[in-house]
Nanobody, 123 residues
Framework: QVQLVESGGGLVQAGGSLRLSCAAS????????MGWFRQAPGKERASVAA????????YYHDSVKGRFTISRDNAKNTVYLQMNSLKPEDTAVYYC????????????????WGQGTQVTVSS
């Protein structure tokens, strides 16, 4: 069974930066495209960004385009999300997962989710 451990969240002022990490184990990490999702209070989980197996193709939701950067290190079985110019509306619990595709129709490949990491952006 795949295990996903997200970390790097915290409390930051608007305009600040955070770098999230997701360590994956249990499956062949490099075999899957990976993605980040987020769930704000009272809202459904939504896609944020995705990256192909090699890292050569990426996708970003319009709301984070130009501010967030997804990357991966297959040797470390880790995917990252660099978040710059954070806004209060970025406040959410952030999750990672393997995804079905790299694009606007991305969905999680597994039903299993990690505990997520809380990002809170104050105004």
């Amino acid at each position: 069974q795949v295990q996903l451990v997200e970390s790097g969240g915290g409390l930051v002022q608007a305009g600040g930066s955070l770098r999230l990490s997701c360590a994956a184990s249990g499956r062949s990490f490099s075999s899957y495209p990976m993605g980040w999702f987020r769930q704000a209070p009272g809202k459904e989980r939504a896609s944020v960004a995705a990256i192909s197996r090699s890292g050569g193709t990426t996708y970003y939701h319009d709301s984070v385009k130009g501010r967030f950067t997804i990357s991966r290190d297959n040797a470390k079985n880790t995917v990252y999300l660099q978040m710059n110019s954070l806004k209060p509306e970025d406040t959410a619990v952030y999750y990672c997962n393997a995804v079905t595709n790299v694009g606007s129709t991305m969905t999680s490949l597994y039903d299993y989710w990690g505990q997520g990491t809380q990002v809170t952006v104050s105004s």
